[in-house]
């Protein structure tokens, strides 16, 4: 691995879950996209596979698949962020809440910093008229953090992650996994070009080359890009080494693992 001395380094994304149902949440993750977790979704977890490179500071978030499950989800991200000082939460809501409003506020109050959707997860196609009524709520409020993309299904896929910024151009959207999980080709056709979207790298490089995943990088702009893991699917130093294999210079790296963030957030 690269010297990690003159690096800082921050996990844009990353999941965790309360300690009592983190090993079945890690494996029906692992069922659902039929890979090997390489960790558990607890947060003493993460913090002890992230300091092996010397994360710093963590993205955390967990996704509510049913509506009720947003208060609790909500509540237990934020007790960790108050445990845990180098936590950087978001929070959830459902395009079928009863309550959006209620939801956002909330994580407002709790004094997270985004929204966290996963729409292949949660069943609803990302630009339907029900999660549209999510950004118009937040779109001058939070950051949204949505994953993107998948063979399998439609719910998240680029086209309609390009409608939504289309439809609400001030929405700071952080589109996961370089754009389009499965989907890269279709992503950088519909989504690079334009500064206001930014993107993290998890979930990507295992799965290309990293002359493919660097040329992607460059089409979006390394300015746009954020370093994370996808922990538990992925422990930070593999994710790491891949990073690294990318042939960025010291000053592109060290704006992708955590420079880019920190202006993101106003850190």
């Not at 002890?48 to 237990?76: D, E, M, W």
């Not at 709520?137 to 910024?165: M, T, V, W």
């Not at 996994?177 to 206001?196: F, K, N, P």
């Amino acid at each position: 691995m690269e010297s990690l001395k003159n690096y800082e380094i921050i996990d844009a994304h990353s999941h965790i879950f309360p300690e009592k149902i983190a090993e079945n949440a890690t494996e029906n993750i692992g069922h659902f996209y039929g890979l090997p977790m390489k960790g558990c979704g607890i947060s003493e977890k993460l913090i002890a596979s992230g300091k092996k490179i010397g994360v710093s500071r963590y993205l955390v978030c967990s996704t509510a698949t049913a509506p009720h499950q947003i208060s609790s989800i909500n509540a237990f991200i934020h007790a960790e962020c108050e445990a845990h000082e180098e936590f950087y939460g978001f929070g959830t809501t459902h395009a079928d809440s009863g309550d959006i409003a209620a939801d956002v506020e909330s994580i407002i109050s709790y004094g997270l910093h985004g929204v966290k959707l996963h729409p292949d997860f949660q069943k609803f196609n990302a630009d339907s008229p029900e999660a549209f009524k999510i950004y118009e709520i937040i779109e001058d409020k939070l950051p949204l953090l949505i994953h993107c993309g998948d063979n399998r299904y439609d719910f998240s896929d680029p086209q309609r992650i390009a409608n939504i910024h289309k439809n609400f151009p001030k929405l700071k959207i952080l589109a996961a996994h370089l754009g389009g999980y499965q989907r890269w080709d279709d992503a950088v056709e519909l989504l690079s070009g334009d500064d206001t979207l930014k993107f993290d790298l998890s979930s990507s490089l295992p799965f290309m080359s990293p002359e493919k995943a660097a040329g992607i990088i460059r089409k979006y702009g390394v300015e746009n890009c954020f370093f994370g893991s996808d922990f538990p699917m992925w422990n930070h130093t593999d994710s790491l080494n891949a990073f690294f294999k990318l042939g960025f210079n010291e000053r592109e790296n060290q704006m992708i693992l955590a420079d880019n963030f920190k202006n993101y957030l106003g850190l």
